[in-house]
C-alpha cells in the first residue's frame, strides 16, 4: 500500500468524486433493492439539516480529508425501498428497517470506495451508523455539505445523500 493521496482542492468540485457517490447509490438500490433513482439538482449548504425520519451515517477518511457520507430517508422513501427490496410493506419503523438503512449506507459507502481508491483516494473502511428520529449534527469543522437528493423512479419519494468533506 502507497502513501496516502493527498487531496489538494476540495473534493466537492470534483465530478468524479461525487458521480462516485451518485453511481454507487444507482447501483446499490438497483441490484440490492430492485429500486430505480434518478438524482436531482445537488446544492451545497454549509449546516446539516435532518431531512428524513432515519439516515445512515458513515464516516470518511482519506489521507488529509475527513468528512461524512449521511443516506437520509423519509418513511415513506424508505419503505417504499424495502417494498421493493423484500416484497413487504412498511408501515412503521421497526429494527428490520433500520438494519436495512444501516446494510444499504454500508453497500453505497463500500461501491463509491472502490471507485474513488481506483481515482487514488485511500478511503478506509468505517461501520455505518442509524440515526432515527429528527436529529441535529453539529459539526466542529469548517466543512462543506453537497446535498444530492434521489427521488424513486415512478413515485413522488425522495431521499437526501449528503457528503461532508473538511480538507
Excluded: C, W
Excluded at 480529508?65 to 430517508?73: A, D, E, F, R, V
Amino acid at each position: 500500500m502507497g502513501a496516502a493521496h493527498k487531496i489538494e482542492i476540495n473534493p466537492l468540485l470534483d465530478k468524479n468524486f461525487l458521480n462516485a457517490f451518485v453511481d454507487g447509490v444507482v447501483k446499490t438500490l438497483s441490484l440490492m433493492a430492485g429500486t430505480d433513482v434518478k438524482p436531482l439538482g445537488p446544492k451545497i449548504e454549509t449546516k446539516f439539516e435532518s431531512r428524513g425520519e432515519v439516515a445512515g451515517m458513515v464516516g470518511m477518511v482519506a489521507g488529509n480529508m475527513k468528512g461524512t457520507l449521511t443516506i437520509s430517508y423519509t418513511q415513506n422513501s424508505i419503505f417504499k425501498i424495502l417494498e421493493n427490496m423484500l416484497g413487504e410493506k412498511y408501515t412503521e419503523l421497526t429494527p428490520d428497517v433500520t438494519d436495512a438503512v444501516g446494510e444499504m449506507t454500508n453497500q453505497i459507502y463500500g461501491t463509491a470506495k472502490t471507485t474513488l481508491n481506483q481515482m487514488g483516494y485511500q478511503f478506509e473502511m468505517a461501520i455505518p451508523t442509524v440515526i432515527q428520529g429528527k436529529f441535529y449534527i453539529s459539526q466542529y469543522h469548517s466543512g462543506t455539505t453537497l446535498v444530492i437528493p434521489f427521488q424513486i423512479t415512478g413515485t413522488e419519494n425522495i431521499f437526501f445523500v449528503e457528503v461532508t468533506v473538511q480538507v
